[in-house]
């Protein structure tokens, strides 16, 4: 099977940089998509195709990917950004989506 | 206002079958790809199946292949999910999901714009 990989948790001070990546599978030409999950909510995107944001996302929230690694950045860490976080990409190969498993952001 | 509101969930013995629903509104639900997405307890998000906007291509997990069956039913603005022979293994919280689609790009690839708040499947005896 295939497997989308996420470090399981990342902690960061508030006003701090954090970075989330996502790795394990040859992207190709798919776009990656992240997702933000609060506890007892569903997902919300935060970003698609890589690299954009849908409205409402603040600018803090940044994508990129290179050869087989997609990260997440959010500047400027706040609070209320604590929440799980996935990324998710289109396998061709098997016509399967990937979810990656999760990454716990903690704001210290 | 768009607005996914799925239904059936419960508790459901080993071997049993369950239909879920989801009734869509607020936007074009015949323009739209869609999604099942669940969430065992505790765990992350794991794809279910996939469907096109119009049923002509319609994917699925190897965790439910042969088992579960996508449908949707444009003119009721609703999509369904048909599981049969459910597992230990299936108990999870179900999201019904709409598929970023825009007039150039509609398919199997694009984003998750919008979520249902979940409907909980319990399979134990």
């Known amino acids: 099977s295939y497997v989308l990989t996420q470090p399981p948790s990342v902690s960061v001070a508030p006003g701090q940089t954090a970075r989330i990546s996502c790795g394990g599978t040859?992207?190709?030409?798919?776009?990656v998509h992240w997702y933000q999950q609060r506890p007892g909510q569903a997902p919300v995107l935060v970003v698609y195709d890589d690299n954009d944001r849908p409205s409402g996302i603040p600018e803090r929230f940044s994508g990129s990917k290179s050869g087989n690694t997609a990260t997440l950045t959010i500047s400027r860490v706040e609070d209320g950004d604590e929440a799980d976080y996935y990324c998710?990409?289109?396998?061709?190969?098997?016509?399967?989506?990937?979810f990656g498993g999760g990454t716990k952001l903690t704001v210290l | 206002e768009v607005q996914l509101v799925e239904s059936g969930g419960g508790l459901v013995q080993p071997g049993g079958s369950l239909r879920l629903s989801c009734a869509a509104s607020?936007?074009?639900?015949?323009?739209?790809?869609m999604s099942w997405v669940r969430q065992a307890p505790g765990k992350g998000l794991e794809w279910v199946s996939y469907i096109s906007s119009s049923s002509s291509t319609i994917y699925y997990a190897d965790s439910v292949k042969g088992r579960f069956t996508l449908s949707r039913d444009n003119a009721k603005n609703s999509l369904y999910l048909q599981m049969s022979g459910l597992r230990d293994e299936d108990t999870a919280v179900y999201y019904c999901?709409?598929?970023?689609?825009?007039?150039?790009?509609?398919?199997?690839?694009?984003?998750?714009?919008?979520w249902g708040q979940g409907s909980l499947v319990t399979v134990s005896s």
């Open positions: 999901a709409r598929g970023r689609c825009t007039p150039v790009s509609c398919y199997s690839g694009v984003a998750i714009d919008y």
């Open positions: 607020g936007f074009s639900f015949s323009s739209y790809s």
């Open positions: 040859n992207f190709g030409s798919e776009g």
């Open positions: 998710q990409v289109w396998h061709s190969d098997s016509d399967h989506v990937l």
